[in-house]
């Protein structure tokens, strides 16, 4: 499953960049006050604005989705490596408990020195 989103995660990257890359900008429609405008495309004269850049708003959030995927994976692989590293390791941290003290052998005093 992973493979398939990464591969339609670089098939939508690619389709994007291609669409982007095939839209005129802002400043392209001077030149069809001008007599040179695109009436005769593919797309008709005001067509292609609209086509090129719906297809790219969805392919936009399918690069999105794809990429929310493959986060969510990611982090569904690292969880269980996690677990597989350290398989004995309690999930819940468990609280310290206080240290007992050190019985002093017999024969030293409180300060660890052999009286006099």
């Known amino acids: 499953m992973e493979f398939i989103l990464w591969i339609a ?3 939508v990257a690619v389709s ?6 095939m839209q005129h900008g ?5 030149g069809a ?3 040179s405008g695109s009436s005769g495309s593919l797309f008709g004269a005001t067509g292609s604005a609209n086509f090129l850049s719906r297809t790219t708003a969805v392919l ?5 989705l794809t990429s929310m995927g493959l986060t969510y994976f990611s982090g569904q692989k690292s969880a269980a490596a996690q677990q597989a590293a350290h398989p004995l390791q309690p999930a819940a941290p468990v609280p310290a408990q206080p240290a ?6 017999t024969g030293l005093d409180k300060s660890g020195a052999i009286p006099k």
Do not use: Q, R
């Open 9 to 11: 995660h670089v098939l």
């Open 16 to 21: 994007v960049i291609g669409l982007v890359l």
């Open 26 to 30: 802002k400043g392209a429609d001077m």
């Open 33 to 35: 006050a001008f007599g």
């Open 60 to 64: 936009a959030t399918a690069f999105f």
């Open 100 to 105: 007992a003290p050190v019985p002093t052998p």
